[in-house]
């Protein structure tokens, strides 16, 4: 219904369209947000911890008075389901721009669906948000309308790496020999590509070099090369079902890896693979975070302490990496659409170029800041490296984020003195 001087615009910030006619900042009823996210299928569970981080943001933001440039718009999230497929994602985000008539589009998590997926709004002249996915071509395709906050894969490599010389450089000694098991799709494989050049630009020999086919429900193959190979250290890159298999037959087998299992988020971030496998099949693992993972515990009032209570009232657990980026994702949006003053699609669009967030909500990942360059990659994007000691992620790197009196444990004890 319409009200005099008052308009009701549909955006999808994919996510509504609206053509407007230029001029002063138009007062709208309710701007519609949506996300492309896997739902259903082998990342799942992920994809519910990003949508109830982009929920608890969205609540936030309409009690806090809404989009205040468009006249107090409530903000109003509809989500599309990506299945974790590439395919359906990419009809999605075009039943969304085109049905729907969206203004600007959040998703995929998965490299492999957000690839694809961005291309289709990049024709369609529609804004691309990336929540969560890495590979390093999402952001090097000359496209005007894709915008990622986080990490791109060669920044996980690099971290990964940074962290074994740290702890070489801290406890004088360190693995020569490294393995790596991936999975073959385009998260896995933009991974390995830049490990390997590192690992050689470092010195390291490469003495496993694996890719996985989705859906393996087996790694016996792997387990036994692993055995034959002998790396001190195995760099892994695994989803959630994956990740639970390998980590269970890794525990069974109990092969020794000296400098241990440095796995890059995904499935280790998980608080499902957490629940699904015993402790003693993680203990010892580092993982690349893709936020502090002890963030949380200093954080006693205010915004994302009030978040954090409402992500575990919903969900069962604490905020984890992907709430906050599903939390962050909505905070980055929020302050484009209070700058663009309109909800047009270009607008939106040049309101994302000139991102730049030093403070607040949106910043929950731990960056310093959110600014796009010319590709739209934020180049200040980072994460931290823990380990598991004890049942819990502890942040080792960079050696700054440590909580007091933490240490890696380097090399790690092996099965038989466990």
């Known amino acids: ?94 039943r969304l721009i085109k049905r729907e008539k969206v203004a600007l589009i959040c998703g995929a998590y998965n490299s492999a669906v957000t690839f694809p997926s961005s291309e289709v709004a990049e024709r369609y ?19 005007a309308y894709v915008f990622r906050p986080n990490n791109k894969a060669v920044y996980d490599a690099n971290e990964q790496i940074s962290a074994i010389e740290l702890f070489k450089d801290e406890l004088g000694r360190g693995p020569k020999r490294i393995g790596m098991l991936y999975e073959g799709t385009d998260w896995g494989r933009s991974h390995a590509a830049n490990v390997r050049k590192l690992l050689k630009k470092k010195g390291y020999k490469l003495v496993m070099n694996e890719a996985y086919p989705p859906g393996q429900i087996d790694f016996s193959p792997q387990l036994l090369k692993m055995r034959a190979k002998k790396p001190e250290a195995m760099i892994v890159a695994l989803y959630t079902p994956d990740h639970i298999i390998f980590s269970k037959q890794y525990l069974e087998n109990r092969i020794d890896i000296p400098y241990g299992i440095h796995s890059v988020g995904a499935g280790s971030e998980d608080p499902a693979f957490y629940k699904a496998v015993p402790q003693a099949a993680v203990d010892y693992m580092f993982v690349q975070e893709d936020w502090q993972i002890d963030k949380m515990e200093a954080i006693t009032s205010g915004p994302l302490h009030e978040g954090n209570r409402r992500f575990e009232e919903i969900m069962g657990y604490a905020m984890n990496a992907y709430g906050a980026q599903g939390y962050s994702n909505m905070y980055v949006i929020y302050d484009a659409l209070e700058r663009a003053g309109s909800p047009e699609r270009d607008k939106i669009r040049d309101a994302l170029a000139a991102t730049n967030i030093t403070h607040g909500p949106a910043l929950i990942m731990g960056y310093q800041k959110i600014a796009f360059d010319g590709d739209g990659q934020n180049v200040d994007a980072h994460g931290v490296i823990s380990q598991n000691q004890g049942g819990k992620r502890v942040s080792m790197w960079p050696a700054a984020n440590r909580p007091s009196g933490a240490r890696p444990v380097w090399p790690i004890p092996s099965w038989k003195t466990r």
């Open 1 to 94: 219904m319409r009200k005099k001087g008052v308009f009701t615009v549909a955006l999808l910030i994919v996510c509504g369209l609206f053509t407007g006619t230029g001029g002063s900042a138009l007062a709208v009823d309710e701007v519609l947000i949506g996300f492309v996210l896997p739902l259903s299928g082998g990342s799942a569970t992920i994809g519910a911890q990003t949508k109830t981080g982009a929920i608890v943001a969205a609540e936030q933001i309409n009690r806090q008075g809404g989009v205040h440039s468009l006249g107090g718009a409530r903000v109003k999230l509809v989500f599309g389901d990506s299945q974790t497929k590439p395919d359906i994602g990419a009809s999605e985000t075009e």
């Open 125 to 143: 002249k529609t804004p691309w948000l990336v929540t969560g996915s890495v590979k390093d071509e999402i952001t090097e395709r000359g496209f």
